[in-house]
């Protein structure tokens, strides 16, 4: 092997199945490090006593971030940085 080749680094894959899923999703974004630690305890909370999580995303979202704080000190317009990191990474097409 030349001295300049790097051996190729494989990183696990996640099924686009798996992302479909709200639930699953947000794991993967919490275990990426996307999230903050209070909006992931408020999420699983809102999972673990809601098995259906309301068909309404939105809902959801409002019911379960209710008393969340949006992290302090965020960048982004000023629209962006009143959003909770979930409502933002999950996208708005799931907020209508």
Known sequence: MSSTFEP????????????RNRKEFFHIVNEAGLLPEHEWVALQ???????EYDRDPGKFFDISLKDVPVLEGRRGSKSDIKLHYCKEVRGKSELK
Not at 8 to 19: D, I, M
Not at 45 to 51: I, L, S
């Open 8 to 19: 190729p680094v494989f990183s696990p894959s996640v099924s686009s199945r798996t992302l």
């Open 45 to 51: 909370r809102a999972f673990h006593e809601n098995g």
